[in-house]
C-alpha cells in the first residue's frame, strides 16, 4: 500500500506532535512540588496559602501542590516517606529529627512564636496554673507534635512527672473544640482562629499565650522560631534552583503579612477559613501577626531555646551532640532579599 508524501508528513507531525505533549506532561508532573502544611487554615500556617492565593508560586514558575495534614508530625512522616518535597510546621521538627540521626532544615523561617496558646476548660476552675494539670488530660494535635513538646516541656518544667498529665491528640478546629465540650481533654493547646472562637462562647480560658514573641519569652526562656517551611537538606541539596524559587515566593509573601492590615491579608483567604467569624479571625490576625518574621532570617538566639526547651523533657535528646547549624539555613532567604 502506498501513502501520500503529504499524509506521511501529517502522520509524521502528529507523532511527533504528542510525544512533545507527553514529555511535557512528564517534565511538567516531575516539576511539581508537594508541600504538606500541618493545618492550613490555621493562622501560624497563613504564609503557606497566603502565598498560593498571591499567585507568588506561579510568578517563580513553581508547580506547587498544598496539601492539609492537622497534625505536624503526620506531615513530618510524609516528607521521609519521600511522599512530599517540603512541610509548613513547626522548625523544632528539625532539631528533633536530627537527634534521630534524620537532617531537615528549616529553609524559610516564617515565625519567631509558637502562636499557641494553653487552654483551661471553663468546666474546671480549679486549674489555675500547669501544676494543677496532675491526674488531667491534655489536647495536643498528635503525639509527637510541636504542641505535645510544648506540652511537655510545660509539664516538666512545673515539676510535674510525664505520667501525671495524658496527652491526647485531637487535632485543631472542630475536633479541638467537641473534645473539650465533651470533657474527653481539660486543657489544650491550639492556636487561631480555634482560641477566638472559645474565647468568644466562653468555653475556655487562656492560660499560656504564646500568641506573641514577649508571650514565647516568658512561657518558653527565649525567642521560640516555629513555623516554618523545612526540607530534607539531601533534596535541597539536589534542587537548589527550586528550592531558592520556594524562598523568594515566601519571602515576597512575609513582606506582604508585614505591610498589610489583618483585613487586607484575610481578603486574600479562602473565606471559610473565617468560620463564620470573619471580624474575629481579623482581630487575631492583628494582635497576633507580629509572631511573624519580615524577613524569613532565623532569629539568632531561636534555635538554642528550642535545644533547651526540647532538651528538658525529651529523651531522645540525652546524649546527643546536635549541630544546630545543620537545622535551618539562612542562603536562601538571604539571596531572595537581595534580588
Not at 18 to 35: E, P
Not at 139 to 148: P, R, Y
Not at 207 to 229: F, H, N, W
Request: aromatic share 8%.
Amino acid at each position: 500500500m502506498r501513502y501520500s508524501r503529504s499524509l506521511f508528513h501529517t502522520v509524521a507531525f502528529s507523532t511527533l506532535l504528542a510525544a512533545s505533549s507527553f514529555a511535557t506532561s512528564a517534565a511538567h508532573a516531575a516539576d511539581k512540588i508537594t508541600i504538606m502544611v500541618g493545618g492550613y487554615e490555621k493562622q501560624i500556617y497563613l504564609p503557606a496559602k497566603l502565598a498560593e492565593s498571591l499567585g507568588y508560586f506561579k510568578d517563580e514558575g513553581l508547580d506547587v501542590e498544598l496539601l492539609n495534614e492537622p497534625a505536624g508530625v503526620d506531615a513530618e512522616n510524609q516528607l521521609l516517606a519521600g511522599a512530599v518535597q517540603g512541610v509548613v510546621g513547626f522548625y523544632d521538627h528539625c532539631v528533633d529529627l536530627q537527634a534521630k540521626g534524620k537532617f531537615v532544615e528549616s529553609i524559610v523561617q516564617f515565625s519567631q512564636a509558637p502562636g499557641e496558646v494553653e487552654l483551661v476548660s471553663s468546666k474546671h476552675p480549679e486549674i489555675k496554673s500547669v501544676a494543677d494539670f496532675k491526674g488531667h488530660s491534655a489536647g495536643v494535635t498528635g503525639l509527637g507534635s510541636s504542641t505535645n513538646f510544648l506540652t511537655q516541656y510545660m509539664v516538666a518544667k512545673a515539676g510535674l512527672k510525664g505520667g501525671d498529665v495524658t496527652s491526647v491528640p485531637v487535632g485543631a478546629g472542630t475536633t479541638f473544640i467537641a473534645a473539650l465540650q465533651q470533657d474527653a481533654i481539660q486543657v489544650g493547646m491550639t492556636t487561631e482562629p480555634t482560641v477566638s472562637r472559645l474565647l468568644k462562647t466562653k468555653e475556655a480560658s487562656v492560660l499560656v499565650d504564646m500568641r506573641t514573641i514577649e508571650g514565647s519569652r516568658k512561657a518558653l526562656g527565649g525567642t521560640y522560631p516555629a513555623a516554618s517551611l523545612y526540607m530534607e537538606t539531601a533534596w535541597t541539596e539536589a534542587h537548589k534552583e527550586e528550592t531558592q524559587k520556594l524562598a523568594n515566593a515566601f519571602v515576597k509573601t512575609l513582606h506582604f503579612i508585614n505591610t498589610h492590615t489583618g483585613a487586607e491579608i484575610a481578603e486574600k483567604m479562602p473565606k471559610d477559613f473565617y468560620v463564620g467569624d470573619k471580624e474575629g479571625y481579623i482581630r487575631a490576625l492583628d494582635a497576633g501577626k507580629g509572631m511573624f518574621t519580615a524577613d524569613g532570617i532565623m532569629p539568632e538566639d531561636g534555635p538554642k531555646t528550642v535545644l533547651a526547651v526540647l532538651s528538658a523533657f525529651s529523651k531522645n535528646m540525652q546524649g546527643k551532640q546536635i549541630d544546630l547549624s545543620k537545622t535551618y539555613t539562612t542562603e536562601y532567604v538571604k539571596h531572595a532579599q537581595a534580588m
